[in-house]
């Protein structure tokens, strides 16, 4: 489709007619530039020609429109798609937007049977079925994304079921995880963004078309008919509700900012990790960039911007929630204002989730460098702890010794698993050999064998599940 904006349309200013007959002047070029829709909502037209289409069968089929009517009106719009498709289509200004830009060049192409498509409709229905189908369409489309996400991401995870970095919290070295532990944590929040939107497709899936302005048609109609033409689920039951609410675009606008806000989550990791300080990872060159300064400079820019781009899509849910709260029933023309957000939204997300799939199949791992780390914040502490525990030390007091135990191996500069069983003996004496064992970052990694625990064996079991819930890529 031809790019526009809002400078390449026609503006046919000779030719700026009134509304009818009922106004007396025409609306200036800048209101007409302000009310008009068709510089973004030109995005809905494929949708519009399909509801069209739709609506115009059932008219037929319900004798409101001949069988002749009803062949012209297909013949059109054929051509409109064609000329669409081809960028050739001539956009005007100043039919408003994508519903009367269609319907006046059909009535131009067919005549009168253009004229009778929009008998028992309103552009209120109309717009509202247009956004629903497009919207359907991008969930099922960026579920499959993100489908292809986990696929990378479980890859990863595979290959890394044994890899031993330090899991944190309060970025503080915490306790030894396996990298792919880590990066199935990322597999269970999207799996929970995929429900989310596979939910919201429910409510989206709702056929406004029958509602008209907002109390319904005096026609003979049949929704039912045009609901399953278009592969709707049902009918929006109140014709009111049916032309004038847009939660569930909000809705999926706030699945949207979750998915974004995990993928945020995981790039301000990604970016921390590529640090040098950290040295955890390099991305592939690809997604970096370079300083027009300091030559040494390998910037993260894409985790950057996704994290960025997260605060944009935060942000268009919070303009459709504002847009909507105090608008009175039925349709207000504040609602054309539902459509940048939205489509912004869903733009994002697919490049987001496109970019992050390839990023994470490109990832190099340093596994010498996360050892390390996990050797050096005396992550085994809560191991030695837990191995006193069990040898009958209270808890409380089992923390206390281990606390001196690191203040020790603190003072010598080595880890816990570098001191002798008789300076161990110092802080307990039920410290035997076998305290070794669980010193080590392998020890306390297998230690934890059970199902969302870090010990391997459990990360292996977690990955086969996880593409067992899946299915196959080739599903993608
Ligand atoms: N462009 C409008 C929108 O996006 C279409 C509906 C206009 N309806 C009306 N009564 N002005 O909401």
Redesign the pocket.
């Known amino acids: 489709m031809k790019f526009l904006n809002r400078e390449s349309y026609t503006v046919v200013e000779k030719d700026n007619k009134t509304w009818s007959g009922r106004f007396n002047e025409p609306v200036s070029e800048l209101v007409q530039r302000y009310t008009a829709?068709v510089g973004f909502?030109h995005k809905l037209a494929e949708y519009d020609i399909q509801g069209s289409l739709a609506h115009a069968r059932m008219l037929a089929a319900t004798g409101n429109i001949s069988a002749a009517d009803l062949a012209a009106i297909e013949k059109g719009m054929a051509q409109i798609r064609d000329e669409i498709e081809k960028g050739v289509f001539d956009w005007q200004l100043e039919r408003?937007?994508?519903?009367l830009n269609i319907e006046q060049r059909l009535t131009a192409l067919v005549g009168d049977a253009g004229k009778k498509l929009h008998t028992a409709r309103?552009?209120?229905d109309?717009?509202a079925t247009d956004i629903r189908l497009y919207l359907r369409a991008a969930i099922d489309d960026i579920i499959g994304l993100i489908r292809a996400l986990q696929h990378a991401l479980l890859d990863l995870a595979e290959q890394h079921a044994d890899t031993i970095m330090p899991g944190f919290t309060h970025l503080q070295v915490a306790q030894p995880i396996a990298f792919g532990h880590h990066l199935l944590a990322y597999q269970e929040m999207l799996q929970r963004d995929t429900q989310r939107l596979q939910d919201c497709r429910k409510r989206v899936n709702q056929l406004p078309l029958g509602a008209a302005?907002l109390a319904g048609t005096s026609y003979p109609i049949d929704r039912a008919s045009v609901a399953r033409e278009l592969g709707f689920d049902g009918i929006c039951r109140n014709s009111l509700d049916a032309v004038s609410d847009r939660d569930f675009a909000i809705e999926f606008c706030a699945c949207a900012a979750l998915l974004m806000t995990h993928l945020s989550r995981l790039s301000e990791e990604l970016i921390l990790w590529m640090s040098p300080a950290f040295g955890f990872i390099q991305l592939a060159d690809r997604f970096c960039t370079g300083s027009s300064i300091m030559p040494q400079k390998k910037n993260p820019d894409v985790p950057e911007l996704v994290r960025g781009k997260t605060g944009r899509i935060n942000g268009h849910l919070v303009a459709l929630l504002t847009l909507m709260k105090s608008q009175p029933l039925a349709?207000n023309?504040d609602?054309?204002e539902?459509?940048e957000p939205l489509f912004d939204t869903v733009d994002t997300l697919r490049d987001t989730l496109r970019i992050y799939a390839d990023m994470l199949t490109g990832l190099h791992v340093n596994q010498a460098a996360m050892r390390q780390a996990a050797l050096r914040g005396y992550a085994t502490a809560t191991d030695l702890a837990d191995y006193l525990v069990k040898k009958g030390v209270p808890f409380r007091d089992a923390h206390e010794i281990v606390a001196q135990a690191v203040r020790f191996a603190e003072n010598k500069r080595c880890d816990l698993s570098d001191l002798s069983l008789a300076e161990l003996h110092q802080f307990s004496n039920v410290i035997e050999t076998d305290v070794f064992q669980v010193l080590t970052l392998e020890g306390s990694l297998q230690s934890r064998d059970h199902p969302g625990g870090t010990a391997p064996r459990q990360v292996r079991l977690a990955i086969s599940q996880a593409r067992e819930a899946l299915g196959s890529r080739d599903n993608d």
């Open positions: 829709s909502d408003e937007d994508v519903h309103s552009r209120n109309q717009v302005a349709y023309k609602n054309q539902d459509k």
